[in-house]
Nanobody, 128 residues
Framework: QVQLVESGGGLVQPGGSLRLSCAAS????????MGWFRQASGKEHEFVAI????????VYADSVKGRFTISRDNAKNTMYLQMDSLSPEDTAVYSC?????????????????????WGQGTQVTVSS
């Protein structure tokens, strides 16, 4: 079974940057699309971004497009989320997830129940 562990969260001032990492173990990630969700206090889970197994396709939520960059290094079994121009609205617990599905088929990636593996999440707080 694949295990996912997030890291890199913390406290940052508005306008600052953070880079989150999602490390996979217990298997290889080269056959999985991998993405990020976030959940702010009192709010529902929100899709953030996803990257295809090969890294050839990237999809972002409108709320983060142009500010966040998703990437992956399959040799290291690690996915990254570079977050720039952060605002207090980005404050949330960020979780990574993986699914053996193609991003060239449909918009399934917004449905949490279609992901097979999940990490525990890492807290990102944007505050002055």
């Amino acid at each position: 079974q694949v295990q996912l562990v997030e890291s890199g969260g913390g406290l940052v001032q508005p306008g600052g940057s953070l880079r989150l990492s999602c490390a996979a173990s217990g298997g290889t990630s080269n056959s999985y699309a991998m993405g990020w969700f976030r959940q702010a206090s009192g709010k529902e889970h929100e899709f953030v971004a996803i990257i295809s197994a090969s890294g050839g396709r990237l999809v972002y939520a409108d709320s983060v497009k142009g500010r966040f960059t998703i990437s992956r290094d399959n040799a290291k079994n690690t996915m990254y989320l570079q977050m720039d121009s952060l605002s207090p609205e980005d404050t949330a617990v960020y979780s990574c997830a993986a699914a053996a599905r193609s991003l060239y088929s449909s918009t399934w990636y917004k449905r949490r129940e279609l992901y097979t593996y999940w990490g525990q999440g890492t807290q990102v707080t944007v505050s002055s």
